[in-house]
T-cell receptor, first 116, second 114 residues
Framework: DVKVTQSSRYLVKRTGEKVFLECVQD?????MFWYRQDPGLGLRLIYF???????EKGDIPEGYSVSREKKERFSLILESASTNQTSMYLC???????????????FGPGTRLTVT | AQTVTQSQPEMSVQEAETVTLSCTYD???????LFWYKQPPSRQMILVIR??????QNATENRFSVNFQKAAKSFSLKISDSQLGDAAMYFC???????????FGSGTRLLVRP
Protein backbone atom coordinates (compact mmCIF):
# COMPACT_ATOMS: atom_id res chain seq x y z
CA ASP A 1 0.00 0.00 0.00
CA VAL A 2 1.13 3.50 -0.80
CA LYS A 3 1.84 5.47 2.27
CA VAL A 4 2.05 9.22 2.54
CA THR A 5 2.75 10.45 6.03
CA GLN A 6 2.80 13.92 7.48
CA SER A 7 4.81 14.89 10.52
CA SER A 8 1.95 16.27 12.60
CA ARG A 9 -1.84 15.94 12.65
CA TYR A 10 -2.31 19.11 14.69
CA LEU A 11 -0.02 22.08 15.10
CA VAL A 12 -0.42 25.37 16.94
CA LYS A 13 2.02 28.17 16.20
CA ARG A 14 2.32 31.85 16.99
CA THR A 15 2.22 34.66 14.47
CA GLY A 16 5.67 35.32 13.03
CA GLU A 17 7.06 31.86 13.75
CA LYS A 18 8.78 29.84 11.06
CA VAL A 19 6.82 26.63 10.52
CA PHE A 20 7.94 23.41 8.86
CA LEU A 21 5.47 20.81 7.63
CA GLU A 22 7.03 17.54 6.57
CA CYS A 23 5.72 14.93 4.16
CA VAL A 24 7.19 11.53 3.33
CA GLN A 25 6.06 8.99 0.72
CA ASP A 26 7.27 5.45 0.33
CA UNK A 27 6.28 4.65 -3.27
CA UNK A 28 9.18 6.23 -5.15
CA UNK A 29 6.83 8.79 -6.69
CA UNK A 30 8.39 11.56 -8.71
CA UNK A 31 5.66 14.13 -8.07
CA MET A 32 4.82 15.60 -4.71
CA PHE A 33 2.29 18.29 -3.88
CA TRP A 34 1.22 20.59 -1.08
CA TYR A 35 -2.41 21.69 -0.91
CA ARG A 36 -4.33 23.88 1.41
CA GLN A 37 -7.92 22.88 2.23
CA ASP A 38 -10.43 25.47 3.43
CA PRO A 39 -14.21 25.06 3.81
CA GLY A 40 -16.09 26.11 0.70
CA LEU A 41 -12.88 26.45 -1.30
CA GLY A 42 -11.88 22.84 -1.79
CA LEU A 43 -8.19 22.10 -2.19
CA ARG A 44 -5.85 24.69 -3.63
CA LEU A 45 -2.36 23.88 -4.84
CA ILE A 46 0.45 25.72 -3.06
CA TYR A 47 3.56 24.14 -4.60
CA PHE A 48 4.53 20.98 -6.36
CA UNK A 49 7.75 19.21 -7.16
CA UNK A 50 8.43 16.81 -10.03
CA UNK A 51 11.96 15.87 -9.04
CA UNK A 52 14.53 16.36 -6.32
CA UNK A 53 15.42 20.03 -5.94
CA UNK A 54 12.78 20.94 -8.55
CA UNK A 55 9.71 22.92 -7.64
CA GLU A 56 6.99 24.95 -9.25
CA LYS A 57 4.50 27.38 -7.85
CA GLY A 58 0.90 26.39 -7.65
CA ASP A 59 -2.08 28.68 -7.42
CA ILE A 60 -1.43 30.20 -3.98
CA PRO A 61 2.34 30.21 -3.27
CA GLU A 62 2.51 33.56 -1.48
CA GLY A 63 3.84 33.22 2.05
CA TYR A 64 5.11 29.68 1.48
CA SER A 65 8.25 27.98 0.27
CA VAL A 66 9.19 24.34 -0.21
CA SER A 67 12.20 22.09 -0.07
CA ARG A 68 12.84 18.72 -1.67
CA GLU A 69 16.31 17.42 -0.91
CA LYS A 70 15.38 13.74 -1.18
CA LYS A 71 12.90 12.06 -3.50
CA GLU A 72 10.71 10.75 -0.71
CA ARG A 73 10.49 13.95 1.34
CA PHE A 74 8.79 17.25 0.57
CA SER A 75 8.67 20.05 3.09
CA LEU A 76 6.39 23.07 3.22
CA ILE A 77 7.78 26.13 4.97
CA LEU A 78 5.86 29.08 6.30
CA GLU A 79 8.57 31.71 6.61
CA SER A 80 6.58 33.92 8.99
CA ALA A 81 3.28 32.40 9.97
CA SER A 82 0.21 34.59 9.87
CA THR A 83 -3.34 34.00 11.12
CA ASN A 84 -4.66 33.75 7.56
CA GLN A 85 -2.52 30.65 7.12
CA THR A 86 -4.63 28.78 9.65
CA SER A 87 -5.87 25.85 7.60
CA MET A 88 -5.67 22.14 6.82
CA TYR A 89 -2.57 21.26 4.81
CA LEU A 90 -2.55 18.13 2.68
CA CYS A 91 0.44 16.50 1.06
CA UNK A 92 0.08 14.19 -1.95
CA UNK A 93 2.29 12.23 -4.31
CA UNK A 94 1.97 10.58 -7.72
CA UNK A 95 3.97 9.05 -10.53
CA UNK A 96 5.41 11.28 -13.20
CA UNK A 97 3.09 12.48 -15.91
CA UNK A 98 3.18 10.47 -19.11
CA UNK A 99 1.96 7.27 -17.61
CA UNK A 100 -1.57 6.86 -18.89
CA UNK A 101 -4.20 6.79 -17.63
CA UNK A 102 -3.49 9.80 -15.46
CA UNK A 103 -2.15 8.43 -12.25
CA UNK A 104 -4.03 9.15 -9.08
CA UNK A 105 -2.61 11.27 -6.32
CA UNK A 106 -2.14 9.64 -2.95
CA PHE A 107 -2.82 11.87 0.00
CA GLY A 108 -1.47 12.12 3.50
CA PRO A 109 -3.73 12.47 6.55
CA GLY A 110 -3.34 16.24 6.69
CA THR A 111 -1.96 18.71 9.22
CA ARG A 112 -4.40 21.09 10.84
CA LEU A 113 -2.39 24.22 11.52
CA THR A 114 -3.63 26.96 13.81
CA VAL A 115 -1.75 30.25 13.91
CA THR A 116 -2.58 32.44 16.90
CA ALA B 1 -8.41 28.97 -16.80
CA GLN B 2 -9.98 25.68 -15.89
CA THR B 3 -12.56 25.66 -13.11
CA VAL B 4 -14.54 22.97 -11.34
CA THR B 5 -17.91 23.67 -9.74
CA GLN B 6 -19.79 21.55 -7.23
CA SER B 7 -23.10 23.28 -6.60
CA GLN B 8 -24.29 21.03 -3.76
CA PRO B 9 -22.52 21.85 -0.49
CA GLU B 10 -24.35 19.02 1.27
CA MET B 11 -26.46 16.04 0.27
CA SER B 12 -28.32 13.48 2.30
CA VAL B 13 -29.32 9.93 1.37
CA GLN B 14 -31.09 7.09 3.11
CA GLU B 15 -29.04 3.95 3.57
CA ALA B 16 -29.49 1.56 0.62
CA GLU B 17 -30.81 4.34 -1.61
CA THR B 18 -29.12 6.00 -4.59
CA VAL B 19 -27.68 9.49 -4.64
CA THR B 20 -26.11 11.61 -7.38
CA LEU B 21 -23.50 14.28 -6.76
CA SER B 22 -23.10 16.98 -9.41
CA CYS B 23 -19.97 18.46 -10.91
CA THR B 24 -19.45 20.80 -13.82
CA TYR B 25 -16.18 22.07 -15.20
CA ASP B 26 -14.93 24.59 -17.65
CA UNK B 27 -12.10 23.95 -20.06
CA UNK B 28 -11.11 24.60 -23.64
CA UNK B 29 -9.00 21.43 -23.76
CA UNK B 30 -10.12 18.28 -25.53
CA UNK B 31 -7.97 15.78 -23.66
CA UNK B 32 -8.20 15.67 -19.90
CA UNK B 33 -9.07 13.49 -16.93
CA LEU B 34 -11.75 13.78 -14.31
CA PHE B 35 -11.74 12.30 -10.83
CA TRP B 36 -13.93 11.87 -7.81
CA TYR B 37 -12.08 11.76 -4.51
CA LYS B 38 -13.58 10.83 -1.14
CA GLN B 39 -12.45 12.28 2.18
CA PRO B 40 -13.99 10.41 5.13
CA PRO B 41 -14.08 12.24 8.47
CA SER B 42 -10.58 12.39 9.95
CA ARG B 43 -9.26 10.01 7.33
CA GLN B 44 -7.13 10.30 4.23
CA MET B 45 -8.52 11.30 0.89
CA ILE B 46 -8.79 8.42 -1.56
CA LEU B 47 -9.63 8.08 -5.21
CA VAL B 48 -13.14 6.81 -5.94
CA ILE B 49 -13.27 6.83 -9.71
CA ARG B 50 -11.60 8.39 -12.72
CA UNK B 51 -12.69 9.13 -16.30
CA UNK B 52 -10.62 9.81 -19.39
CA UNK B 53 -12.24 12.45 -21.58
CA UNK B 54 -11.43 10.54 -24.77
CA UNK B 55 -13.48 7.57 -23.58
CA UNK B 56 -17.18 7.76 -24.29
CA GLN B 57 -18.01 4.91 -21.93
CA ASN B 58 -18.83 6.00 -18.41
CA ALA B 59 -16.51 4.66 -15.73
CA THR B 60 -17.86 2.36 -13.03
CA GLU B 61 -16.33 1.00 -9.84
CA ASN B 62 -18.65 -1.37 -8.02
CA ARG B 63 -21.43 0.81 -6.52
CA PHE B 64 -19.92 4.01 -7.94
CA SER B 65 -20.54 5.19 -11.48
CA VAL B 66 -20.27 8.44 -13.36
CA ASN B 67 -22.39 10.20 -15.92
CA PHE B 68 -19.88 11.96 -18.15
CA GLN B 69 -21.38 14.46 -20.56
CA LYS B 70 -18.44 15.98 -22.44
CA ALA B 71 -20.41 18.49 -24.48
CA ALA B 72 -22.20 19.74 -21.39
CA LYS B 73 -18.97 19.61 -19.35
CA SER B 74 -20.74 17.66 -16.66
CA PHE B 75 -19.36 14.82 -14.54
CA SER B 76 -21.77 13.51 -11.92
CA LEU B 77 -21.16 10.68 -9.46
CA LYS B 78 -23.86 8.15 -8.71
CA ILE B 79 -23.62 6.06 -5.57
CA SER B 80 -25.94 3.07 -5.52
CA ASP B 81 -27.00 1.11 -2.45
CA SER B 82 -25.55 3.79 -0.18
CA GLN B 83 -23.79 2.58 2.94
CA LEU B 84 -22.96 4.31 6.20
CA GLY B 85 -19.30 4.19 5.22
CA ASP B 86 -20.03 6.35 2.19
CA ALA B 87 -20.52 9.37 4.45
CA ALA B 88 -17.70 11.75 3.54
CA MET B 89 -16.70 14.87 1.66
CA TYR B 90 -16.58 14.20 -2.05
CA PHE B 91 -14.41 16.28 -4.32
CA CYS B 92 -14.58 16.45 -8.08
CA UNK B 93 -11.23 17.17 -9.74
CA UNK B 94 -9.93 17.96 -13.21
CA UNK B 95 -6.51 17.25 -14.69
CA UNK B 96 -5.40 18.47 -18.07
CA UNK B 97 -3.65 15.95 -20.29
CA UNK B 98 0.14 16.14 -19.99
CA UNK B 99 -0.22 17.86 -16.66
CA UNK B 100 -0.04 16.58 -13.13
CA UNK B 101 -1.95 19.39 -11.53
CA UNK B 102 -5.39 18.73 -10.14
CA UNK B 103 -8.04 21.43 -9.95
CA PHE B 104 -10.61 20.66 -7.28
CA GLY B 105 -14.18 21.68 -6.76
CA SER B 106 -15.36 23.00 -3.40
CA GLY B 107 -16.68 19.62 -2.29
CA THR B 108 -20.02 18.05 -1.37
CA ARG B 109 -20.62 16.66 2.09
CA LEU B 110 -22.63 13.43 1.88
CA LEU B 111 -24.67 12.37 4.88
CA VAL B 112 -26.05 8.83 5.04
CA ARG B 113 -29.13 8.29 7.21
CA PRO B 114 -29.49 4.85 8.82
Amino acid sequence: DVKVTQSSRYLVKRTGEKVFLECVQDMDHENMFWYRQDPGLGLRLIYFSYDVKMKEKGDIPEGYSVSREKKERFSLILESASTNQTSMYLCASSFMVGIKPADEQYFGPGTRLTVT
Amino acid sequence: AQTVTQSQPEMSVQEAETVTLSCTYDTSESDYYLFWYKQPPSRQMILVIRQEAYKQQNATENRFSVNFQKAAKSFSLKISDSQLGDAAMYFCAYEMDSSYKLIFGSGTRLLVRP
